[in-house]
């Protein structure tokens, strides 16, 4: 296999198991919070790994190209505050909210 190859496989495996376990974790239990963070968080991640190689490898022109990076930033510009609120909900921060709320309003901002 070739490095080009191998990296597509990367993203596709990560893609795969990264939406395999949101997928996982919210079935357990789909009513609670945290599990509903968490497989948000897990999609934005298999949602980078799945339009990267599109935006990059795989785009037979220019605009097709921009139009898979403009999709792949919305994934990786939810990340930063899916991870924090998650890990302020994993360790009961009431007191974050305001973070939290500014950290999805510059996401969006910026997407």
Do not use: C
């Amino acid at each position: 296999m070739t490095l080009l190859q191998h990296h597509i496989l990367a993203l596709v495996l990560t893609t795969v198991f990264s939406v395999s376990l949101g997928v996982f974790v919210w079935m357990k239990n789909p009513r609670r919070w945290l599990n509903q963070l968490f497989a948000l968080h897990s999609f934005a991640i298999g949602g980078w790994a799945a339009t990267e190689p599109w935006s990059t490898l795989l785009a037979t022109s220019e605009s097709m190209g921009m139009f898979w990076l403009k999709l792949e930033h919305v994934a990786v510009f939810l990340l930063p505050p899916l991870v924090f609120h998650l890990v302020a909900v994993l360790l009961d921060l009431r007191t974050r909210r305001g973070f939290i709320r500014l950290g999805y309003f510059m996401s969006i901002v910026f997407i």
